[in-house]
DNA sequence: TCAAAAGTGTTATCCTTACACCCATGT
DNA sequence: ACATGGGTGTAAGGATAACACTTTTGA
């Protein structure tokens, strides 16, 4: 059972997803890139923060997101977790050069409150502009039966018929469900992804992926990023709709206190739907997840609310300790 | 913005940790190695199928996965899927010479049924060896009250007063929970990585972490391995045991027919738990996660038992798609 | 006839959902 | 007064946990 070591080396690209809250519109730390010179001679495409890892530099990954992010951008990152490690050559490494390549690039989730530093060299950009598909706070989006889901069906046909057919008309369901009640917010990747392979976004004629037709009014669905930063983001969303259901993450974002309104935006904000009020203030407070904090906000429009604070000592105690995003 | 690309270029290790059912004991694909030539002269250690990734022989690393294990084992793999991409440098590198270090290790889940080929240079090791703590089928093992938090009580203690031993302590309360209602099965790696901090396992020592104290009984908890072997297989065990609530992964480890007392007894070896007979037939029928073949099974040793099937069209419905796995 | 496992039925309880309604403030 | 958001109560419905009990086989 040998070692079977190979002398391949490759470049470690960290990127960071940095999500906040704008009021009650989820943004992300961006850079302003150059593009590819071939397909966007000039233009400025937008980034996440990026980084090489160097192990002799720095003793963890970790530190080293959270070096360059400061570097990049001043900001000191607080909440940071790894999401996925792509590793695939056909896509970011087709907008490099050979020779620099860094095949595989691994991305960070962090959570930051716009506040607390203002970046340099940086600026917060709406989520929803990227995915705009994937805000529902405000019914479904039109842009899915006009735009996409004929697009996306056009292609599936365009398979030649038998199971890899039907196979990618499933997907095309599972992703963008016929009906508004089978939405799955949490399937923000699968939901680029399927748009990647169909050649709906940007990237995928960037990266030189065949189209299946060539449009006359070429879709450009949501905002396009540089190498594989948009998959990236897609991740970092997924798992951050994921998790609040079970973490208390969404205190990260949040002010030290809150009315539970406020809380209930934020958290429509980042799942993407509308929230039943009465139900939603109870479970949270009924949850413990919450305390009063005795203060009072008047700046609220109507009646004056109650303050709230995040109840740390719930980390110590439920096994599930998040908010409901249903319905 | 600059890319600020450093020559940092670094290998990377694939290691793939292949879970199947033997009979209702989980076990794990294995390869020996030579353990480390100071602390283990001559000693062989287990180890899981690894490879690494040399992107201009491998499309993707799940290729390159595949590739490996099939190589090393004659297996062909079914499901597979990436875990975690641990990056430290304290671990993994101590044990290796300098210049051949490979620095980042990329953790993959594979499924298999144990039945369908066999292993060649590699066999099947039976999971709760490396983590006997987890086996709560019978109850609480006596290894926790008994063995690990007398001792994990003491490594807190040991630490300076003030925050730092406070969170120790809540840690180990977490982990370990001082009662038997709050065990999280799920807290796998949480667990491991304690026991390898508090210098609780072999690995610790291997890799030159400074011990508590020294034990005139060292203690061994669980079959070392490997490199970071073992905590790849913690996040293994971590990631199956929260994924089968709400995935139907349990049928990668099952045959093709089942009865419902095997499937649950399967459900049961890796959640570690004990289920609730009637009302696991009950959820997992009605549920329509499987459906009866017509067939019966009277190699059972009582009444012979109606054999199912897993429907697959239940990959197409439903958001959740699991078994529960409480009580 | 007994042990072992299969399989059915019923009830109490809890959680969620939905709806109705009152309260306090600013304009 | 009325719009806006804050806040409480309660009843219907569904899911689940716990328990009791019958059936069918092999030894």
């Not at 960071?16 to 704008?22: E, G, N, P, Q």
């Not at 002799?56 to 400061?70: K, P, S």
């Not at 949490?186 to 065949?210: I, N, T």
């Amino acid at each position: 059972m040998g070692a079977a070591f190979e002398k391949g080396r490759v470049v470690i690209g960290l990127n960071a997803a940095i999500v906040a809250l704008d009021g009650f519109e989820p943004v992300f730390l961006s850079v302003s890139e150059q593009g590819d010179a071939e397909t966007e001679p000039g233009a400025h495409v937008l980034g996440l923060p990026y980084g090489s890892f160097n192990p002799l530099q720095h003793r963890t990954m970790e530190i080293a997101v959270r070096g360059f992010v400061n570097e990049q951008t001043g900001l000191s990152l607080g909440y940071i977790e790894q999401l996925y490690t792509f590793g695939d050559r056909g896509r970011a490494a087709a907008a490099l050069k050979q020779d620099e390549m860094h095949v595989v690039s691994i991305g960070y989730l962090a959570l930051s409150r716009m506040s607390d530093d203002h970046p340099l060299g940086a600026f917060w950009r709406p989520w929803y502009l990227a995915f705009p598909w994937e805000d529902w706070r405000a019914g479904e989006p039109d842009i899915i039966k006009k735009e996409i889901l004929p697009r996306l069906e056009e292609w599936a046909r365009g398979i030649e018929a038998g199971r890899a057919r039907q196979q990618a008309q499933d997907r095309v369901n599972i992703c963008f469900g016929s009906d508004a009640a089978h939405w799955d917010e949490e399937k923000v990747l699968d939901r680029y992804e399927l748009l990647y392979e169909a050649g709906l976004v940007l990237e995928a004629s960037r990266d030189g992926r065949p189209a299946a037709r060539i449009w006359s009014d070429l879709p450009r669905f949501g905002e396009p990023m540089i190498f594989d930063h948009r998959r990236i983001l897609a991740t970092a969303m997924s798992r951050m709709r994921a998790k609040i259901k079970y973490r208390p993450v969404i205190f990260d974002l949040m002010p030290p206190s809150f009315t539970l309104l406020q809380l209930q935006k934020s958290v429509e904000a980042i799942s993407g739907n509308q929230l039943h009020k009465q139900n939603f203030r109870r479970l949270v407070e009924t949850g413990g997840l919450v305390v009063a904090t005795g203060k009072m906000s008047s700046e609220t429009g109507g009646r004056p609310a109650k303050l709230f604070r995040f109840r740390k000592e719930v980390l110590l105690e439920r096994r599930t300790a998040g908010v409901r995003v249903r319905p």
